[in-house]
């Protein structure tokens, strides 16, 4: 089940690998917990192409890195799990500017 998930994100294979996500989740070994890892990935390989699906991929990333966050522990790990969050949310909001700012001129 690894192998099969680490060869769909080695292709490109996102939709295909989501569903692998979904289904097993934690026990993938080839990305964070939270699945936000998937859903960045993924949208930094849309940004470029389609932008406007790449917004709501950063979103859903956002959302589960925000959600594990919440699950922590301890405070230095919901830190570092939001700093992730954080850096999520700053390609999110980039590429927003970015297209809101193509879409005026």
Do not use: C
């Amino acid at each position: 089940m690894n192998a099969e998930f680490s060869d769909l994100l080695g292709a490109g294979r996102w939709p295909q690998a989501e569903t692998l996500w979904k289904r097993y989740g934690y026990q993938l070994d080839a990305l964070d917990d939270s699945g936000g890892e998937l859903y960045e990935r993924w949208a930094d390989t849309l940004a470029d192409t389609d932008p406007a699906r790449a917004i709501g991929v950063y979103l859903q990333s956002l959302t589960q890195r925000r959600l594990f966050a919440s699950w922590a522990s301890s405070g230095s790990e919901g830190i570092a799990r939001s700093m992730a969050a954080d850096h999520v949310q700053g390609k999110y909001e980039a590429l927003q500017h970015r297209v809101s700012g193509a879409a005026e001129t």
